[in-house]
Antibody, heavy 119, light 107 residues
Framework: EVQLLESGGALVPPGGSLRLSCAAS????????MTWVRHAPGKGLEWVSS???????TYTDSVKGRFGISRDNSKNTLYLQMNSLRAEDTAVYYC?????????????WGKGATVTVSS | DIQMTQSPSSFSASVGDRVTITCRAS??????LAWFQQKPGKAPKSLIY???SLQSGVPSKFSGSGYGTDFTLTINSLQPEDFATYYC?????????FGQGTKLEIK
């Protein structure tokens, strides 16, 4: 069974940093793209970043230069390094598995990690 | 960027109804369109990909159609567990934007 488990969510002050992890199991992790999607309180879903099986990455404009997506295929783990955090980054962050080596549709989602940016 | 617009943003329906949600892309996205269901406090669930292909394990009461810029999600015979928020998402080009969501409530 494919499973994704996020961790690392926390309360951080504005300007702070945080790293989210997503532990994957039940599939050949290195063969699939992975994506982070967030859901801010009272808002809709927002695509944040995707990474191919080989490590090529892309980001939404609002996080470029502040967030970094990465993966360790030897540990079956996806990461999201978040720096210079702002109040508007407060959200539940979901990792999701793609269906191909390159980013496209996401078929399986984790349960999410809560990030709160507040002083 | 490609903007995705869903309609309606919310509406009420009754158990047993057939409902249709519309999603419009600001430019041609071919069939690179997915639909997701999300319930309060839960992770999104994948329903439809490639505009009309049913994700494995999703009941056939859900169906999708469309190509280019106009797409629909249809849910037949609504049951209590179907009342949720539905999102479309394009994956034709970055950023992979979602629609604003359609909240389906019980009448």
């Amino acid at each position: 069974e494919v499973q994704l488990l996020e961790s690392g969510g926390a309360l951080v002050p504005p300007g702070g940093s945080l790293r989210l992890s997503c532990a994957a199991s039940g599939f050949t992790f290195s063969s699939y793209a992975m994506t982070w999607v967030r859901h801010a309180p009272g808002k809709g879903l927002e695509w944040v970043s995707s990474i191919s099986g080989g490590g090529g990455s892309t980001y939404t404009d609002s996080v470029k230069g502040r967030f970094g997506i990465s993966r360790d295929n030897s540990k079956n783990t996806l990461y999201l390094q978040m720096n210079s955090l702002r109040a508007e980054d407060t959200a539940v962050y979901y990792c999701a598995k793609g269906v191909d080596f390159l980013p496209s549709y996401m078929d399986v989602w984790g349960k999410g990690a809560t990030v709160t940016v507040s002083s | 960027d490609i903007q995705m617009t869903q309609s309606p943003s919310s509406f009420s329906a009754s158990v047993g109804d057939r409902v249709t949600i519309t999603c419009r892309a600001s430019q041609d996205i071919s069939n690179y369109l997915a639909w997701f269901q999300q319930k309060p406090g839960k992770a999104p669930k994948s329903l439809i990909y490639a505009a009309s292909s049913l994700q494995s394990g999703v009941p056939s009461k859900f169906s999708g159609s469309g190509y280019g810029t106009d797409f629909t999600l249809t849910i037949n015979s609504l049951q209590p567990e179907d009342f949720a928020t539905y999102y479309c998402q394009q994956y034709n080009s970055y950023p992979y934007n979602f629609g604003q969501g359609t909240k389906l409530e019980i009448k």
